[in-house]
């Protein structure tokens, strides 16, 4: 007996361990693995053209975009296959089953007896109508002569009417007369709540500047932009390569473009050539970017920020200035 229960535990420790296992591979994947992405375009006077992609997992799944005159299109694909056949094969699967199942249903009705058709066609309506009851002719009724209004009739009208007219006004006027009464107390309101808000605001301005000026909220902000910087060198393209040709009508326009996009060669690493054109407006460019994303790199620097004493202080005393 006591071999059995040892037999039957073993079994299912090894399931458990299989299933552990397996969902270690999993997770070891999903934040080891990197997330591969590329792009690639073009533009020519007035002609423009770009790829990018993502893939993960040695190409087991891969998104791709294209964009080529002025046509978009995107395709996902699973372990070499796209989605687009994925959804005919279920649609066949699909209609296969309607099938047989109509095939079936109609075996049934076949395989019915017939006296169930007799007794359908026993309960069927016969052709006749049963005759409908003749409407009874109503009397009709004589329509009454209307009278003329008499002459009192007239005047008590008249008089309805300009009382009337008379209460309108006399209303109009009055909501006039208290909408001129109660103009100072607005304006006098209105001053109160913009001189409310500018205080408000003053008061705003001194507790952000307390709070800033806190060695423990400068320590949490210090981290956060390290962290930062960490995620963008991280996710940013490790391979770029190409040019970019440009210019403006007027070139202190070009100048200012070219002092602009010179701000970003920390990010692409001079990899980019810029080449400027003075004498006339044009634009072409052919840039290639390559890069990857670690979900571990990610998880390792949010958890950093999360545990952290300063950025929990932080977030407690913004808290507390809300």
């Known amino acids: 007996m006591l071999h059995i229960l040892w037999g039957i535990l073993k079994i299912i420790f090894i399931l458990i361990g299989i299933l552990v296992g397996l969902a270690a591979v999993v997770l070891f994947l999903v934040l080891f693995c990197p997330i591969r992405y590329h792009f690639a375009g073009n533009c020519e006077e007035s002609k423009a053209a770009a790829r990018a992609g993502a893939s993960w997992l040695f190409h087991l799944i891969c998104i791709s975009a294209i964009y080529e005159e002025r046509n978009f299109s995107y395709q996902i694909r699973i372990l070499g296959v796209s989605l687009e056949t994925y959804q005919k094969l279920i649609t066949k699967f699909t209609n296969r089953k309607k099938n047989i ?40 009724r004589d329509e009454e002569e209307s009278a003329p209004p008499s002459f009192w009739r007239k005047i008590k009208t008249f008089f309805l009417w300009i009382g009337r007219l008379f209460c309108r006004i006399f209303t109009a006027v009055l909501r006039g007369i208290l909408f001129i009464w109660h103009i100072p107390g607005r304006i006098y309101q209105g001053i109160c709540k913009i001189a409310l808000t500018i205080s408000g605001f003053c008061g705003n301005i001194e507790k952000w500047k307390r709070f800033i000026e806190n060695e423990r909220v400068r320590a949490a902000l210090g981290l956060v932009l390290g962290k930062t910087k960490r995620l963008l060198r991280h996710v940013f393209p490790t391979k770029t390569q190409g040019w970019i040709l440009f210019g403006f009508e007027d070139p202190s326009m070009t100048g200012q473009a070219l002092a602009f996009a010179g701000m970003t060669c920390p990010l692409h690493k001079n990899k980019i050539e810029l080449r400027p054109v003075f004498d006339k407006k044009i634009f072409e460019a052919d840039i290639k970017l390559r890069g990857r994303i670690r979900l571990f790199v990610i998880l390792k620097e949010g958890l950093e920020l999360y545990f952290d004493k300063n950025v929990k202080y932080m977030i407690k005393a913004w808290k507390k200035e809300d």
């Open 101 to 140: 199942q109509k095939n079936k249903t109609k075996k049934r009705l076949s395989e019915e007896p017939c006296e169930k058709k007799e007794q359908e066609e026993k309960q069927k309506p016969t052709g006749k109508r049963e005759a409908l009851p003749e409407p009874v002719n109503t009397p009709k």
